[in-house]
């Protein structure tokens, strides 16, 4: 099976701040990647599909890139809605995997 | 915008079957591939198991494989779990979730609010 390995685990940041979460992949997946926001007692919600695509209704200050084995995530400006988990998703093979998870909190 | 709403959850013990409904509104399900996701409480998300929009093949984890099994009836609308000699690991929110395309291989776009099984003795 695809390894997902996501970094780092947990982040602190202040309201305004750019982060970025990375994704692993344990061998060439191309772009078949996608990342999620969950909420604390919510299902998870899709950001990005393929590496970068923005799902409709998704805010632009969310980003994605990467291809074969590294991915990332950006939040250009940290909005108060946007402390949740972050997952990232290989769709690239079977079994579907998924990354650890990012719970990014407020410093 | 795609509705999933998952029922059929409960509290059983150890060796037990349940069965998972997930019930699909406002898109034509019929051509859409479907996904059974969990989470264990406290932990991340483990992806369950895939069907093609047509029911024609089925994707398992090594985890549940040979228990659970996938099934759809689409003039029903309906995508089922069906779990068999249920263990205590099986503890978790089960979530629906609608793939972006027929066949299941191009990532979840839509999930249901999920049911919770807990298996306890």
């Known amino acids: 099976a695809i390894q997902m390995t996501q970094s780092p685990s947990s982040l602190s940041a202040s309201v305004g701040d750019r982060v970025t979460i990375t994704c692993r992949a344990s061998r060439d997946i191309r772009n078949d990647v996608d990342w999620y926001q969950q909420r604390p007692g919510k299902a998870p919600k899709l950001l990005i599909y393929?590496?970068?695509t923005l799902q409709i209704g998704v805010p632009s200050r969310f980003s994605g890139s990467g291809s074969g084995t590294d991915f990332t995530l950006t939040i250009s400006s940290l909005q108060p809605e946007d402390f949740a988990t972050y997952y990232c998703l290989q769709d690239y093979d079977f079994p579907y995997t998924f990354g650890q998870g990012t719970k990014l909190e407020i410093k | 915008q795609a509705q999933l709403v998952e029922s059929g959850g409960g509290v059983v013990r150890p060796g037990t079957s349940l069965t998972l409904s997930c019930a699909a509104t406002s898109f034509t399900f019929s051509t859409y591939g479907m996904h059974w996701v969990r989470q264990a409480p406290g932990r991340g998300l483990e992806w369950v198991a895939t069907i093609w929009y047509d029911g024609g093949n089925q994707y398992y984890a090594d985890s549940v494989k040979g228990r659970f099994t996938i099934s759809r009836d689409n003039s029903k609308n309906t995508l089922y779990l069906q779990m068999d000699s249920l263990r205590l690991d099986d503890t978790a929110m089960y979530y629906c979730?609608?793939?972006?395309?027929?066949?299941?291989?191009?990532?979840?776009?839509?999930w249901g609010q999920g049911t919770q099984v807990t298996v306890s003795s």
């Open positions: 393929s590496a970068s």
């Open positions: 979730a609608r793939d972006r395309w027929q066949l299941g291989t191009e990532g979840i776009d839509y």
